[in-house]
């Protein structure tokens, strides 16, 4: 478990790292996006390693509704990144598309997920995501939406490109022994 935690701390640092220290962050330059890259890899890998190895208390199982509730709800998360990127009226309208979509892919699997592992990792990633969207609007107070005309041709790639990475991450789920789709 201690492993899962801190590739978490790692995650939270360094993504806040830029909010918390705006000065020192600043006085880094652009040589420490790589630093910070260097460290999302290996809070990724902490994390993934971490929860795999991690044991805890199991409070309930997948469920047929949970798990359908789960993959609606990961879909709509994985559209709000590609809107972010598309730049749809969806990208546009939403101050944090992508925080957005990642809370809401965090929230969706703690639903099928009812042990102790599971509630560390998502549940962190989760508390990050609200944190990182409270933290960016303290520091920029002023956004107002974007209401432009929507573009038909974006709108259909956001959602064209959701479904396909859906489905990969899908995939990759099943490979690695966590069905997503079945029982």
């Known amino acids: 478990m201690?492993?899962?935690?801190?590739?978490?701390?790692?995650?939270?640092?360094?993504?806040?790292f830029k909010r918390i220290a705006p000065?020192?962050?600043?006085?880094?330059?652009?040589?420490?996006?790589?630093?910070?890259?260097?460290?999302?890899?290996?809070?990724?890998i902490l994390m993934i390693l971490g929860y795999r190895s991690a044991e805890g208390p199991f409070w309930w199982g997948?469920?047929?509704?949970?798990?359908?509730?789960?993959?609606?709800?990961?879909?709509?998360?994985?559209?709000?990144?590609?809107?972010?990127?598309?730049?749809?009226?969806v990208g546009r309208r939403l101050r944090h598309p992508q925080l957005t979509?990642?809370?809401?892919?965090?929230?969706?699997?703690?639903?099928?997920?009812?042990?102790?592992p599971?509630?560390?990792?998502?549940?962190?990633?989760l508390a990050w995501s609200l944190v990182q969207m409270a933290a960016i609007n303290r520091a920029e107070p002023g956004w107002t939406p974007d209401r432009s005309p929507s573009v038909m041709r974006k709108e259909i790639m956001a959602v064209a490109?959701?479904?396909?990475?859906?489905?990969?991450?899908g995939l990759i789920h099943g490979w690695l022994g966590y069905n997503p789709f079945g029982a």
């Open 161 to 169: 490109g959701a479904l396909v990475v859906y489905l990969v991450a």
């Open 118 to 125: 599971s509630f560390v990792l998502f549940g962190g990633l």
């Open 23 to 44: 000065s020192p962050r600043a006085r880094m330059g652009d040589p420490a996006r790589g630093m910070v890259t260097i460290l999302l890899l290996v809070s990724v």
């Open 62 to 89: 997948a469920t047929p509704m949970l798990k359908g509730i789960n993959n609606l709800l990961v879909l709509v998360a994985f559209y709000l990144f590609a809107a972010a990127g598309m730049k749809t009226a």
């Open 2 to 16: 201690l492993m899962l935690i801190l590739g978490i701390a790692i995650w939270w640092a360094a993504h806040l």
């Open 101 to 116: 979509g990642f809370a809401l892919w965090a929230f969706a699997h703690l639903l099928p997920n009812g042990d102790l």
